[in-house]
């Protein structure tokens, strides 16, 4: 049986970054500015996306914005997890 402490320190930080950088191009490539996808998942401003995007200060994207994001953006929410 495998145990959570065996992961490397540095894995979820990592995985965090790359959710933030897959959801980052499917944004652009869906033609939504952060502002836009923003709003489309009920947030005042950009700072939810763009802090998560490039996890400033350890911000990430919660399941409930993935789900959120996922939707808007009309993508499987596994292309998040892309290269994780």
């Given at each position: 049986m495998k145990n959570a402490d065996d992961l490397p320190e540095t894995f979820t930080k990592e995985a965090y970054k790359k959710i933030g950088e897959n959801v980052a191009k499917i944004r652009k490539s869906?033609?939504?500015?952060?502002?836009?996808?923003?709003?489309?998942?009920?947030?005042?401003s950009i700072s939810v996306v763009s802090c998560a995007e490039i996890c400033l200060n350890g911000a990430h994207f919660n399941i409930e914005h993935l789900i959120k994001i996922a939707y808007v953006l009309d993508v499987d929410i596994r292309d998040f997890f892309d290269g994780i």
């Open positions: 869906r033609g939504f500015s952060q502002l836009k996808l923003s709003l489309s998942i009920g947030h005042a």
